[in-house]
């Protein structure tokens, strides 16, 4: 990965493998992936991660797209009804609106890459994504409590989820793919098993996009084409 860089170029999952012969582990990797994008390890690398690769694998399908674009809109609604005033986002709303319709204007991964990279443009994407999670546990608080360690739901969102660089944990990668209508492969290198662990949010559902999750870090994998 280049110094500087939040999210890579495409490279040879090989990439990610330590020098040393590699384990068990990383031949299942490299027998289901063929090539991954490191994402900067910045504690917000699972929103860049998530937000990047699903923008990607819409980029073909204008209508897809489109729906996404509409998406976003619509999470103004989540947002407001939870109690945020529209100052404290709406500058972050129109950035993920406007990098939606770059991609739109250009339909280039390149240009996907450019605005990523961009940091004021890439962290105002991640700051939204927190702000939509934590709206979504806030809005679903009946379900989400349980789920939360912290004194409460609420200081919990403050602390931990809208606060940028702070690490996502199992229950805001819920509430972001519910909030967003996405659905995650997230392939674990984690366990002392030999074998990889599988996590498909929601299960059941098709996943858009692919997920590596290792020592508390994701970057985005691209399967090899099936025969």
């Not at 384990?23 to 991660?49: E, H, I, M, P, W």
């Amino acid at each position: 990965m280049e110094a500087g860089s939040l999210v890579s170029c495409r490279e040879d999952i090989s990439s990610l493998f330590p020098e040393q012969t590699p384990g068990a582990k990383y031949k299942d990797l490299s027998g289901q992936f063929s090539t991954v994008r490191q994402v900067r390890g910045d504690g917000n690398c699972f929103y860049r991660a998530l937000c990047f690769a699903h923008l990607e694998s819409v980029l073909p399908n204008a209508r897809a797209l489109q729906r996404f674009k509409e998406k976003i809109v619509q999470t103004y609604e989540d947002l407001s009804s939870a109690g945020f005033d529209e100052r404290s986002f709406k500058h972050h709303l129109n950035t993920v609106v406007n990098v939606v319709e770059q991609c739109q204007a250009d339909e280039q991964e390149d240009t996907l890459l450019r605005l990523f990279n961009e940091q004021m443009t890439s962290d105002s994407v991640v700051q939204y994504l927190r702000l939509l999670t934590s709206a979504h546990l806030q809005n679903q608080a009946d379900f989400f409590c349980n789920f939360v360690e912290a004194p409460n739901l609420l200081v919990y969102c403050h602390q931990e989820v809208e606060t940028m660089a702070m690490e996502c944990d199992h229950v805001d990668i819920l509430a972001l793919s519910q909030a967003l209508d996405i659905c995650i492969h997230i392939v674990s290198m984690e366990g002392d098993e030999q074998l990889l662990a599988h996590h498909v949010i929601p299960e059941g559902a098709e996943p858009s996009l692919h997920l590596l999750y290792q020592t508390s870090h994701y970057n985005i994998l691209y399967p090899r084409p099936q025969h």
